[in-house]
C-alpha cells in the first residue's frame, strides 16, 4: 500500500529544488499534491502527472497571508482536505555573511521567508487539518540550527533556529488534537541553491571536510526523510528534529 494513499499534502516551494524532488516522491507514495511557488509550476505538475500521480498548482508567496491562505483553501477546495503540510520554501542569499557584514535587509528578507512563511503556512493549515481529522507538519530547519556553520550566514542560521523552536511548540500545542510537528534538518546538499556558493574546489572542500560521509546529500536522500515524517510511519513522533547530514553533526571534523 502506497505509504500517503489518500492523503492530500501541500508542499510550498515545489517547482524546483528539493521542493520538487519532494513533491514527485510524495505523489508516487498516493499523496495528492499542491505544488505551492511563485511561479513555474507546470513541469513538475506535468511530470507527476506522467507518473501517474495527481497534483495541482497554485501561485503562492510565503511571506503573504492572503497568498498563503489562498493556497490552503485551493487544496481544501480542490482536493477536498489537507493532511500533509510541508514548508519547505526557504532561501540562503548569497551576502548573507557575519553579524557586522550582513545587511539588515538580507536578515529581514532571510527571516521573512524562511520563519514568517513556515509561521503562515501553519497559520492557515492547521485549522484545515483539524476540519480534515488532523496530519502532519513538516517544517524544513537545517542542521546549523543545532551548530554554527563553517563559514558565516547569520541570517540562514538564525531564521533555521527560529523554524526548530517553532516546529516544538506547535508540536506542543496540537500533540492532543491529532496534528504532529517535526523539523527536518538537512546538512549540504547538492541542490542548484548550494551550487552557486561552490564555485571553486577550495570552497567545495571547506565545506566536504566537515562531513564525515565525504560527500554531499542528494535531494532524494532529504525527500525520504520528509515523506517518513509526513506518514503514518513516524506516528509517535512529534515536536523532534531529524537530521539528515551525513554524520556531521555527530562528529564535527575540524580541518588541520
Not at 513533491?23 to 498516493?30: H, L, M, S, T, Y
Amino acid at each position: 500500500m502506497s505509504r500517503l494513499a489518500g492523503k492530500v499534502a501541500l508542499i510550498t516551494g515545489a517547482s524546483s529544488g528539493l521542493g520538487r524532488v519532494g513533491a514527485e516522491r510524495f505523489a508516487a507514495e498516493g499523496a495528492k499534491v499542491v505544488v505551492a511557488d511563485i511561479a513555474g509550476g507546470d513541469e513538475v505538475i506535468d511530470a507527476i502527472a506522467e507518473a501517474g500521480g495527481d497534483a495541482s498548482f497554485v501561485a503562492c508567496d510565503v511571506t503573504n497571508p492572503d497568498s498563503v491562505e489562498n493556497a490552503v483553501a485551493f487544496a481544501m477546495e480542490t482536493y477536498g482536505g489537507l493532511h500533509v503540510l510541508y514548508n519547505n520554501a526557504g532561501v540562503m542569499l548569497g551576502d548573507d555573511d557575519n553579524p557586522v557584514t550582513t545587511s539588515v535587509e538580507t536578515y529581514q528578507k532571510t527571516m521573512d521567508i524562511n520563519v514568517l512563511g513556515t509561521m503562515l503556512g501553519c497559520k492557515f493549515a492547521i485549522p484545515a487539518m483539524l476540519a480534515s481529522g488532523g496530519g502532519s507538519i513538516v517544517n524544513v530547519a537545517s542542521f546549523v540550527a543545532h551548530m554554527g556553520a563553517a563559514t558565516p550566514q547569520i541570517a540562514y542560521t538564525a531564521s533555521k533556529g527560529a523554524v526548530l523552536a517553532m516546529t516544538r511548540e506547535i508540536a506542543t500545542i496540537y500533540a492532543r488534537q491529532g496534528i504532529r510537528c517535526n523539523a527536518l534538518c538537512p546538512g549540504p546538499i547538492m541542490t542548484p541553491l548550494l551550487a552557486k556558493f561552490l564555485s571553486d574546489d577550495e570552497k567545495r572542500n571547506r565545506r566536504l571536510v566537515h562531513i564525515p560521509m565525504g560527500r554531499f546529500g542528494e535531494p532524494i536522500e532529504i525527500a525520504n526523510g520528509a515523506l517518513f515524517l509526513a506518514s503514518s510511519e513516524s506516528s509517535w513522533m512529534t515536536g523532534q528534529s531529524l537530521i539528515i547530514d551525513g554524520g556531521i553533526t555527530s562528529a564535527y571534523v575540524t580541518p588541520q
